[in-house]
């Protein structure tokens, strides 16, 4: 396997492809917190600084008509899966130029041009799903490949289980991603699981599975491009266990009482923007004016999308009532029902 | 053509398979087994088991797997066994297949049909007895379909599969059995308007009587013996419970003055509660007398024939609310 640590950098243009992507994320999330802080956009925020190179890695293997399937803690996915970081940040202000015109919020960013599903808040929720797409895929006869992601905390429920043995059962092309990041909110993984070696439960479903190291942005491509070529070439799920770490609080709410600062800083060290940046570096493949100017594009790109959130309009509430069913032009049903709050058929039609 | 409302559940699902490869059905026991009610008995030696999909016992993972087949573009009819067991997938339900068009703001559709049994009468207790389709009918993005009678039994399914968003229908088990004469060409049927089964003849009192699903053959035998007490009904099935048809209830109930509204779910919290509200919402001049409910007791459903008969509306229990409806006395 490739690593930073064993063999440096082996292409230059797609490591900084890499570094780039990884910064793009990196840098929207900083901002984000900003903004939070500023109280310009609220909710639940939960932000993936740390775990930057599952997203980087995985996404690099994917081609457009894949679907991807996401967790609330997926900005980054939705922004390397191609949304654009402006319809991202949009979306938290509450903003009609939203990807999702303001109805989703953080922890809903949809994207039907991406096929990005989600922006599932309910953990494991989207594993069914992804199964599903994979499920449509193959009774259409079509190469394409679902990518699921989860936390090690979805690890936990039944749906999890479910999901496993039906894409296995079922021989679906669905590649599992779960970001082991160590942590379910404050619940340690070995509070949590009697066995926590999350690989070897996929392999109990007759599912090929291995653990990558996540911060090694390489790593995580390589095995990620080996699974989902064995997907896309019929060879039913994959898994791939990403062990990472998140750097920051769960979310904007969490005083982080359940682990020490050295813990965090011991993974810091190994922070995969910098591994990546480093390994570049001492290999002479970043030189210095190269790094500013990556920098300098990725802030331009940053806060040319916060001036487009900024100045969306906010989704009007005319229109509140979209969306709960589909428009439609013979608005036949629903009679009698002027204010009992479901006119919303209704709301929808003439919207 | 002499045919039963499983037949006809049947024929609506063979139909549909046939007219749009991507119809597919799946759930525990649809295809070697035949369906745990035998409504999809011989569909897999017709179709195929890609198909017609056995799934392990795991509701919320093959539900949710049809809710990705149909955000994938595929038209999945999931069955669940009953009601009751639909519980361990209300996430996906309720979660995302109600939410997600919403969510996305409007670019993911849910172009799925979950149908289940529901309902009681057959001593099986009360982890298989229970009418939820009422709380299901609380939730927005959902619609809720309840056949009541052959022709719904073999029309609302394709119509239900053109449907863009989530369709769940609800079929009850003690309506399998019931038989009767369907035309031959029988076809889809419409799923936004309530039914006016029954008109009255306006000569003597009148009191409207709604329903839905496995109580309308017991709310129609009463309008007949109510008939010969001279007293006039309005039948309405609603056959949808959510969007409500309210216009259909309201026309009735401004012609008959009463409404008696009988429902297999518990009282609190229930549907008819819902239509009780609007019909002193949007009523209230036009009544002459409070709304009447016969609901189920509120008990989980027992197993022992004559306390599950006790918990169950019943013809002389609809009966008793009419007369009291009309001042008859109860
Ligand atoms: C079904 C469900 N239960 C509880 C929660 C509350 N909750 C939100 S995030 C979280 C922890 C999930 O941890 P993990 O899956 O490891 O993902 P991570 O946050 O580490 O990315 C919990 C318990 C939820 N959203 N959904």
Redesign the interface.
């Known amino acids: 396997m490739t690593t930073l640590r064993n063999q440096g950098v082996p292409d230059a243009g797609h490591a900084m492809h890499l570094l780039r992507q990884m910064l793009r994320v990196r840098r929207l999330e900083e901002k984000c917190i900003e903004l939070y802080s500023a109280a310009k956009i609220r909710g639940f925020l939960h932000v993936y600084i740390g775990e930057e190179a599952v997203a980087a890695g995985v996404m690099e293997t994917l081609a457009p008509e894949d679907a991807v399937v996401a967790t609330y803690r997926e900005h980054g996915h939705a922004l390397l899966r191609g949304v654009s970081a402006g319809a991202i940040l949009a979306e938290m202000y509450g903003h009609a130029e939203g990807c999702c015109r303001g109805r989703g919020g953080s922890m809903h960013l949809f994207d039907a041009a991406t096929r990005f599903y989600g922006g599932n808040a309910i953990v494991a929720g989207g594993l069914p799903l992804a199964v599903g797409l994979a499920l449509a895929d193959r009774m259409a006869g079509r190469q394409q490949v679902t990518v699921c992601f989860f936390g090690e905390g979805a690890v936990a429920e039944g749906e999890f289980h479910e999901s496993m043995n039906l894409a296995a059962l079922w021989q679906l092309p669905v590649l599992f991603c779960c970001e082991n990041n160590l942590y379910a909110m404050g619940t340690a993984l070995g509070r949590s699981e009697s066995q926590t070696d999350i690989a070897l439960k996929a392999a109990a479903y007759e599912i090929p599975a291995w653990a990558v190291d996540g911060m090694d942005v390489l790593a995580v491509e390589e095995a990620a491009r080996r699974a989902v070529d064995a997907v896309r070439s019929g060879g039913g799920p994959h898994f791939l266990e990403l062990r990472t770490y998140r750097f920051r609080a769960h979310s904007m709410f969490d005083p982080e009482l359940y682990r020490e600062k050295s813990e965090v800083a011991q993974w810091m060290e190994r922070d995969p923007i910098s591994l990546l940046q480093g390994a570049m570096q001492a290999a002479g493949q970043l030189p210095d004016d190269e790094w500013a100017d990556l920098q300098a594009d990725v802030d331009a790109e940053i806060s040319t999308a916060v001036g487009f959130a900024e100045n969306g309009t906010p989704e009007p509430v005319s229109e509140l009532a979209r969306f709960v069913y589909s428009d439609r032009a013979d608005d036949g049903s629903d009679g009698g029902t002027a204010g009992s709050g479901e006119g919303s058929r209704k709301g929808g039609a003439a919207g | 053509m002499k045919t039963t409302y499983r037949e006809a559940m049947r024929a609506a699902l063979r139909d549909a398979m046939q007219r749009d490869e991507?119809v597919?059905l799946m759930g525990e026991d649809v295809g070697r087994y035949g369906g745990s009610f035998a409504v999809s008995l011989g569909l897999l030696e017709e179709f195929g088991p890609?198909r017609i999909r056995d799934?392990?016992l795991?509701e919320?993972?093959?539900?949710?797997?049809?809710?990705?087949?149909?955000?994938?573009?595929?038209r999945?009819v999931v069955e669940i066994m009953t009601v009751n067991f639909s519980l361990l997938a209300l996430?996906?339900i309720i979660?995302?297949a109600a939410t997600?068009?919403?969510?996305?703001?409007?670019?993911?559709?849910v172009p799925i049909v979950i149908r289940m049994t529901t309902g009681a009468g057959r001593q099986l207790g009360a982890q298989h007895s229970h009418s939820l389709e009422g709380w299901y009918a609380h939730i927005?993005?959902l619609?809720i379909l309840a056949p009541a009678t052959l022709a719904d039994a073999r029309g609302m399914l394709w119509t239900a599969l053109q449907?863009?968003?989530p369709v769940l229908i609800f079929e009850h088990g003690s309506l399998y059995n019931v038989a009767g004469e369907l035309d031959e060409d029988a076809g889809a049927v419409?799923?936004?308007?309530a039914a006016l089964l029954r008109q009255a003849d306006g000569s003597a009192d009148t009191v409207t009587l709604i329903t839905y699903g496995g109580t309308l053959p017991l709310v129609l035998e009463a309008a007949d013996q109510l008939a010969g007490e001279g007293i006039g009904t309005d039948v309405v099935d609603l056959r949808?419970l959510?969007?409500?048809?309210?216009?259909?209830?309201?026309d009735s109930v401004a012609r008959t003055h009463r409404a008696v509204v009988v429902d297999e779910g518990w009282r609190s919290g229930s549907i008819s509660a819902e239509i009780a509200a609007?019909i002193s919402?949007?009523a209230f001049f036009d009544l002459d007398a409070p709304v009447e409910r016969v609901c189920s007791e509120e008990v989980p459903v027992p197993y022992a024939k004559h306390l599950e008969q006790a918990a169950l509306p019943s013809v002389e229990r609809v009966m008793a609310a009419a007369r009291r409806a009309v001042g008859a006395g109860g």
């Open positions: 991507r597919f890609e799934t392990p795991s919320s993972g093959f539900v949710g797997a049809g809710i990705g087949a149909a955000l994938g573009g595929m999945p996430d996906q979660n995302n997600l068009l919403h969510m996305s703001g409007g670019q993911f559709n927005p993005g619609r449907d863009p968003d419409g799923i936004d308007k949808t959510r969007p409500l048809d309210t216009h259909t209830l309201l609007r919402e949007q």
